[in-house]
């Protein structure tokens, strides 16, 4: 059974239709990248999924249940964790209380505390640069550490399914390498589920996995990464046909 | 000299709370509470059996005062939070002149409920009266209640500090104050952070509500109209939506008040509040973003 299921998704803002009913399946522990030029509704489809933007028509399912219009803080608690393009960390809170901040929706639970803190600490081992600066102000670490550092945070809420837009967004490619290496290296230890969203497909031809390719809010292609890097479909796809 | 510090710091204090009241609120809504004013003096009439008379039928006002002070608390609380969940809920997504709108509509709704019940004549009340007693100190006779509004407002503020910084409450509000959209995607209910605002903002009210009856020892259905009027300058000039700010801008204005009442010739004194805002415009020349700018103050829910 599918983990996250979109189905026939339209997404309006006034008199424009940013996306026209997009579909897809995303099976557990399954990596998907959503990729697509400047203005495709990638982003529109990213907060219609985190219910900040709730869709004008179809449906969302995670985890066997209908999450359409559903308040994002309900949603983060069912474990979709949502890392928003432009990343949001929280600038004015220490370091540490951004992560802290996702442990919340567990606090009703026996041994939550125990339980963050061993979270924290898995953090700090994978980023360790947060854990220097942990009492720092989130607000002034670099781009490539405010990445990791919303990250973290989603990792904190425990979630089943990450989804993160554009995490290579403003910064150097040696960043979002590393950025990129060790969210491959806890999808593997974590059994994760991945949603990313990036404008270049070629991030998604390197790691692997499924690929859908955006434009115009429409999905145009579905597949295998690999395979479709290989395909001159997708230059096609992205740049939109017969326009050159 | 003594004297001037002490009247400073008791008006200060009134301004602070009140700005600290509308700064909770605005943080996490981008709402100015105009209805705040009206929460103040509700506080007060709850203690009054309805009736038109100068001379108030004390009800709840007989208790003791470890139980009078908890119940005005909490009925500044409870309005508050009534307001938000049968008003302000349903603007959540409007924008803020259409919020603000709303709140002066509230206030007057709760302003003509108590002209109904209570007719518009100031009544008079004894609200805490063996504070009214002079104490003295270090040579100044003051009355004690100065002194315990001071204190107990240093106190207020430093467990409000205290609250908002330690707790998990405190952090996400203050999570939700800079980027509310973010906190609910971490799994912050927006219900629960907001109404937990309301409820520390009316909490406030109620204890300016106790001074103002303590101090001046009437019930008017106007009180909190001053105070209001001076703590929405402090929350402007302090930055709109930062604590601190709110704060040290309402101190700021008790002290410019009372330093301006003793410095300025008697003739100009009545023009004092003149002079008082003529130096807010100045300020707000210099720092249009306030004292404190509070940060990235983005989106509401
Ligand atoms: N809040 C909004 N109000 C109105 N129009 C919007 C809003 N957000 C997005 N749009 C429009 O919807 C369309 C899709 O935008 P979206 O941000 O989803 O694209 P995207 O694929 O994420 O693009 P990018 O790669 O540049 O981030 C665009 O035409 C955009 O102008
Ligand atoms: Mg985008």
Request: hydrophobic letters at 50%; zero cysteines; aromatic letters at 8%.
């Amino acid at each position: 059974m599918s983990l996250l299921a979109v189905s026939d998704v339209t997404i309006r803002y006034g008199r424009l239709t940013a996306v026209r009913e997009v579909a897809f399946t995303l099976a557990e522990g399954e990596i998907l990248f959503i990729t697509g030029p400047n203005g495709a509704g990638k982003s529109s489809l990213m907060r219609a999924i985190a219910g900040v933007t709730p869709p004008a028509g179809g449906r969302i399912d995670f985890g066997g249940t209908e999450i359409t219009g559903r308040a994002p803080e309900e949603i983060a608690r069912m474990g979709l964790s949502m890392v928003p393009e432009g990343r949001d960390v929280f600038g004015s809170l220490s370091i540490e209380e951004n992560l802290m901040l996702g442990t919340g929706m567990h606090s009703r639970e026996r041994g939550w505390k125990a339980r963050a803190a061993s979270a924290l600490e898995e953090v700090y081992d994978t980023f360790p640069i947060l854990k220097e600066r942990r009492h720092g102000q989130a607000g002034l670490l670099s781009g490539g550490q405010q990445q990791m550092l919303v990250i973290g945070r989603a990792l904190m809420t425990n979630p089943r399914l990450i989804a993160i837009d554009e995490p290579s967004l403003g910064l150097a490619p040696n960043i979002t390498d590393q950025v990129y290496e060790r969210l491959i290296a806890l999808r593997a230890h974590r059994k994760l589920t991945l949603l990313i969203v990036e404008q270049s497909s070629t991030r998604a031809v390197m790691v692997g996995g499924r690929m859908i390719l955006m434009r115009g809010g429409q999905v145009l292609l579905d597949g295998d990464a690999g395979a479709m890097g290989q395909s001159e479909a997708l230059q096609a796809a992205y740049f939109g046909y017969g326009e050159h | 000299m003594l004297q001037v510090l002490f009247d400073a710091l008791s008006l200060g204090s009134l301004y602070a709370l009140g700005a600290l009241g509308i700064a909770l609120i605005f943080g996490v809504m981008r709402l100015v509470n105009f209805a705040h004013g009206d929460v103040i003096a509700f506080s007060v009439f709850a203690l009054l059996w309805p009736s038109t008379d100068a001379v108030a039928i004390v009800f709840a006002g007989q208790m003791p005062w470890f139980l009078l002070i908890p119940f005005i608390l909490a009925v500044g609380a409870g309005l508050s939070v009534l307001s938000e969940i049968v008003v302000f809920r349903r603007f959540r997504h409007a924008s803020p002149a259409t919020m603000m709108i709303a709140s002066f509509a509230l206030g007057f709704v709760i302003r003509y409920f108590l002209l109904m019940l209570f007719s518009s004549r100031p009544k008079s009340i004894s609200l805490l009266p063996a504070l009214s007693q002079p104490v003295e100190i270090l040579g100044a006779r003051m009355p004690l209640l100065q002194l315990i509004t001071i204190l107990a407002t240093i106190v207020m503020l430093f467990a409000l500090s205290v609250f908002v910084r330690k707790t998990r409450f405190g952090l996400e509000m203050r999570a939700a104050a800079e980027n509310f959209t973010m906190a609910r995607m971490l799994g912050v209910r927006a219900n629960r952070v907001i109404m937990g605002a309301f409820a520390l903002s009316g909490a406030l009210a109620g204890a300016i509500s106790i001074i103002l009856g303590a101090q001046t020892g009437t019930a008017d259905i106007q009180m909190g109209g001053a105070v209001m009027l001076m703590a929405f300058i402090a929350t402007v000039i302090g930055g709109l939506g930062s604590l601190e700010g709110a704060v040290l801008a309402g101190f700021l204005l008790g002290a410019a008040s009372v330093v301006m009442q003793t410095v300025l010739p008697p003739e100009a004194r009545p023009f004092r509040d003149a002079f008082v805002y003529g130096a807010v415009i100045l300020v707000l020349l210099f720092r249009p973003q306030g004292l404190i700018s509070a940060r990235g103050t983005k989106e509401r829910v």
